[in-house]
């Protein structure tokens, strides 16, 4: 088995609320209804748009490598996103960003 890899820049990136989604990609989410999609978060990778409520806690466990990050989803059996509350220099997390990685192996 190869060994699990992560990949980031530890960029932080724009949370976007429903309500800021054009109405072509209220439609790629359409099992929100309108009043739904408001409140929901989403953000933007590699061209990509990604909704946070599809992507699952990581617990304690999970893979080593998974340990630094908040949530994942998946892709393949093989590959997908891990996410990343960033935390203000109080200590406080930065409800208005996400960091992002790829995983795979």
Request: aromatic share 20%; proline share 2%.
């Amino acid at each position: 088995m190869s060994e699990l890899k992560v990949v980031t820049n530890w960029h932080k990136r724009d949370l976007i609320y429903g309500f800021e989604l054009t109405e072509n990609e209220r439609q790629e989410f359409d099992y929100y209804n309108d009043d739904e999609i408001q409140d929901q978060t989403f953000f933007r990778y590699k061209g990509e748009l990604y909704d946070l409520g599809e992507f699952m806690r990581i617990d304690k466990n999970a893979p080593s490598a998974f340990q630094n990050f908040d949530g994942y989803s998946s892709d393949s059996f093989f590959s997908g996103i891990l996410v990343k509350y960033p935390k203000e220099e109080w200590g406080d997390y930065d409800t208005e960003h996400i960091i992002v990685a790829w995983y795979y192996c």
